[in-house]
């Protein structure tokens, strides 16, 4: 009898082992597979949301070289675990209000399809007209001369219109003709022309005057050195690189853009300087007395 | 679990507790003037919100290399539940009296388990 009692006892014991070990066992595992998930979920947040600034900062610095007054504003983002987005709207500044606006959104690519009308006009598919330049080295079948079309305006609309000159002016020489008409200059980039295509404003590189809240800048020219610099630097654009190089060789510029009033723009291109134009944004305007 | 396992694992808490301790501790220097010395009571607020949160690190670090299961995974636990609470404060709302606690409830087991582990050697 007591041998049996004690039998029984100890198989309660081994039983009892071993569910304890079970218990431990289930408890380890959780922990484990616990701490691997939230582990591994932190280091792909703080990942991602490292990788969407970087490319955030290379956005800003693209628009900065990039666009031909064409600005991208505060970025809205969202960093979750597995995943982060960012989007921005990009704009045009006409008479310091933004015009033609878009939303850019992370990874942040430029659209690029776009429809022609004719050879010298060119709209992206969600209607942003884009200004186009040409290079006074290259020749063209057909130049972009929109100047006429500022006639039929009414003097309530502000507009820009992308001037290309008839060589490359030094910015001594250059000296803003236009006045208070030029927002931005368009650089030689110090390239034999090979294309007779005329660049667009997503591809032209120049000089803002304005920052993207329309606040002018002390020194937009040495504000542009730092930022294609800064721009060169993270990206390893060859083609900002090139601009840069020949601007720091000898500042020249091949094309202005203007910012006004039809009639103020019709009057100010009359020059010879003037090879081709091409409008962008235009905005109605009604806070100025219109004589 | 396999032992090198364990020092991926460990070095991975260590690297997320490092990403997220770095903000906090550089938020509490924010109202420092520029110049103060390195030797300042804000550089050791600073360095102490840096320190505190790995001492869990050093609990699994030891108890890894020491090969105590037990107070391997009572580190993992105690790493988890810190991760969470840093990610709280730093992504989200997280109160900060709850912050405080979790954090110190944390750091004070640690240095408690580096206690029993040093006794026990």
């Given amino acids: 009898m007591e041998k049996r009692e004690r039998f029984e006892l100890d198989s309660n014991v081994i039983q009892k082992a071993r569910r304890k ?200 020219f040495d504000q542009f050195v730092e930022d294609a610099t800064r721009y060169v630097e993270r990206t390893k654009d060859t083609y900002v690189g090139k601009v840069l190089e020949a601007y720091k060789k000898e500042p020249r510029i091949r094309g202005v853009l203007l910012v006004g009033s039809p009639n103020e723009l019709y009057e100010a291109t009359e020059s010879e300087a003037v090879r081709a134009t091409s409008i962008g944004a235009i905005i109605d305007y009604y806070e100025e007395e219109v004589q | 679990m396999n032992k090198t396992l364990q020092w991926i694992l460990t070095i991975a808490i260590g690297l997320v507790i490092i990403s997220l301790a770095w903000p906090i501790a550089s938020f509490s220097l924010f109202g420092t003037a520029e110049g103060t010395s390195i030797f300042s009571i804000d550089y050791a607020i600073a360095f102490l919100l840096m320190i505190i949160p790995l001492f869990v690190v050093g609990l699994l670090a030891v108890s890894t290399y020491r090969g105590v299961t037990k107070w391997v995974y009572a580190g993992y636990g105690l790493a988890t539940i810190e991760m969470l609470v840093l990610a709280g404060l730093v992504f989200s709302s997280l109160p900060f009296t709850i912050f405080v606690i979790g954090i110190l409830f944390v750091s004070a087991t640690s240095v408690y388990g580096l206690v029993q582990l040093k006794k026990e050697r």
């Fill in chain 1, 21 to 220: 070990s079970y218990r431990n066992m289930v408890l380890a595992s959780f922990i484990v597979v616990v701490t691997i998930v939230v582990t591994s979920s932190l280091l792909a947040w703080q990942w991602n949301n490292w990788r969407l600034h970087e490319k955030m900062v290379d956005t800003e610095l693209r628009y900065d070289v990039y666009g031909m007054n064409r600005y991208i504003g505060n970025f809205e983002e969202k960093v979750r675990p597995w995943g982060a987005e960012a989007k921005a709207p990009t704009y045009s500044l006409v008479a310091n209000r933004p015009a033609n606006t878009a939303r850019l959104e992370s990874p942040f690519h430029e659209p690029r399809a776009y429809i022609e009308p004719s050879e010298t006009v060119r709209y992206l598919q969600n209607g942003r007209k884009l200004k186009m330049w040409y290079a006074p080295s290259a020749s063209y079948g057909e130049l972009a001369n929109e100047r006429a079309q500022l006639l039929h305006m009414p003097e309530t609309k502000r507009l820009e219109l992308a001037v290309s000159l008839d060589r490359s002016y030094s910015v001594e020489e250059w000296n803003s003709r236009f006045g208070s008409l030029e927002v931005a200059y368009w650089l030689e980039d110090g390239a034999e022309a090979e294309s007779d295509e005329p660049i667009d404003e997503r591809f032209a590189v120049g000089v803002s005057i304005t920052n993207e809240a329309g606040k002018r800048y002390a020194s937009p």
